[in-house]
């Protein structure tokens, strides 16, 4: 399979009179994309809003995020999801890059969502602060979560992808800066020598825990609580296959973003052919019930071995209960004889002193460990909120509370903010960005 | 200017060598042997106000006289911080190092920083009590050692905070945090080399060394069931519906106790759950599913078992760390004590 993602780069957003890319400018027509995103009658308000590297802007409550790009042979970007379903993985892409999508929720967050500094000490807690983004302010008409702590965010989230998909039109007939290719054969026919290379898996595990519908990670537009184990090239999941949900504590996440750049997939790939021979990515999940998760892990561990995997890497998008299905995917593979690299966050708690995760085998002998859950974050007021930053004490934001009688409410009078690096958007960074590490003290 | 004072033994002291390991402690107004480096390394900072000796045989085996002597010389000194060492690879020496500071830090809330090399016993006895620098092998190191003990002395003294144990030198307390690597290398790179390393059986070091798991041994089975207080715990966030105590959806560090006395029962609108891991509908319609208080009521009648504990107790199991879930029982274990109760049944969700 082959995929070209042609790139262009965003220096800089602002709005226009027309949709267009030159020299690094994206310009939006504030009022045609706004029309567009309105085309849901579920969506009430809408604003959009700039937010670039440096800005002395906070957004809360954030909820997803997307990267604008357009399929040049008209197919949609989410197939199965925002558009019809079709093959993913082939043909040619063109991306807006070092540029995102995000969608803010204009006054109601929830467990599952989180916030983002442009400038500051909390600018680096997340790789959206070092992005020029595109900020979708809105509201919607779905009272029956409007109140509930767990939110499906369905309008919120699917006009993103649609707003991503409408601003990345305007570099459709344009000739990009360079290209990446994103080339993958078939895993037995690829020669001697790249065959003498050791071969590798990415084990991706993405949300799943929540049994009703609506709320998880998808895979062209199937709910991946309703998958066992399969195999999938790396270039459809950096092509739209797989889309984020509406679950997790939001430092674990992996927003639609990371998944369209996965660090990890493509640094695989770049390995491939000089230190490793990368098959392919088994897609696995995290869901709750225990036989489930040893179904997965079995499957997992079978589909390697099945493929001639030498070694692994398995990656969760989660933490707590999940940990179970890290855990015991690691163990499958290293009793399968497959060397395996596992990589995750952590939750230490406030003090550090906890155990970093629910569950440990001596067999995890090789980690990657991107953050602490737990960890207590102060950041001073900033100038502008994009939304409204009482979600984050009000709405049970998993980062995030009411009340301390220690440490008083997330939200403070002057603006000032405390929260736990849980409710921080997509800051583990898991996917492969992480800049962090869990260090002992 | 901040205060600091220094403990040493007899030989750092410059009292004596081994004949005069006995001697008691006494403290010494201004700066003794390594101290005087002390006091140049923290100028402008600090100063090393008084000097504390002690023989490391009187320390061995009078520890308890020891501490208390010393501890009653600090009695009423300005005292910001108190620093022991450096202890080399002197055995004796790095347990009364870390004795003291420990004793001192209990007793007076100062921060403590000692030294010591990491083939002494003193090493595993208190790394998780206080900074300890990974010291060197022989006295000759004495300059290195006492710079880093200072190093680190400075930033707590100035209110700064510490760096991660490779970074500053001390032994991992057994505390893990977050942290910015120094290059900044992204986890997908540090995720690569790992992985051609362990393919190549080449040696690599883990981000997440595995710890000991505490394993807690299954109590003994209760023998007479007919006559046994039994008490209900969960961690499925069963409350009632304003969450009086304010127990967090996720990551707990509160609990409550509620009251199922007499014939008290849960229903649907007056208990709910606030635990966010799962979907409350069920729970919400019926608290009886998490917190069955209806069924052990109607077996309290049948007399399968003696007598319940008149409250439940409930905290929420999401993202709460193994150390507040144990901080938390051992808050709530007192009351369940002092009720005589015999078992406890404990639902998660």
Redo the contacts between chains.
Sequence with gaps: MKLEIGNFYVKDIVFGNELSFKDGILTVEKDEALKFILEDDRITEAELYIAKPGDKIRMCPVKEAIEPRTRLDGRGLFPGYTSELAPAGNGVLHALKNCSVLVVGKHWGG?QDGIIDMSGEGQ?LTYFGQLNNIVLVADTNEEFERYE??KKNDALRRAGHKLAEYIGTCVKELKPEDTDVYETTPMIKRGTEIEKL?S?VYVMQPQS????MGYNDLVYGWDTNHMLPTVMSPTEILDGAIVSGSFM?VSSKWSTYDMQNT??L???MD?HGK??NFLGVIMSNLN?ALEQKERAALYVAQIAKSLGA??A?VAEEG???PDADFVGCLVALEDAGV?T?G??N????R???????VT???K????????????LIELPPMETVLGELQALARD?N??G???DEILGPSVREDGSIIL???GVFCGD??A?????????? | MKKVILYVNQFFGQIGGEDKAGIEPEIHEGQIGPAMQFAKELSGIAEVTHTIICGDNYMGSNTDEAVETILGMLEGKEMDMFLAGPAFQAGRYTVACGTICKAVKEKYGVPVVTSMNEETPGVDMFKKDMYILKGGNIASKMRKDVKAMANVAKKILAGEPVGPADEEGYFARGIRHQAWRKDGKPASERMMEMLVKKLNGEPFVSELPIPKIDRVPIAPAITNLGEARIALLNTGGIVPVDNPDRIQSASATRWGRYDISGDKVLKGGEYKTIHAGFDPAAADADPNVITPVDALKELLKEGVYGSLHPYFYTTVGTGTTESEAARMAKEIIPFLQEDHVDGCILVST
């Design positions: 467990f680096k702590q767990q050791p590798v825990q929540m049994e009703a504590p660090p990890n493509r640094a695989l390995a230190t490793i709750v030498d070694g890497v933490y707590g209960n060397k690299v990589v995750t952590e939750s230490t708690g003090d550090g002193h906890g155990q970093p995760l440990l085998d001596e995890c002998d090789a980690i990657v460990s991107c953050g602490n859950v737990g960890e049970g998993s980062g509370w009411d009340y736990e690096n849980n960074q898991v492969g960005w992480s800049p962090k590490q869990m260090m002992e003290f």
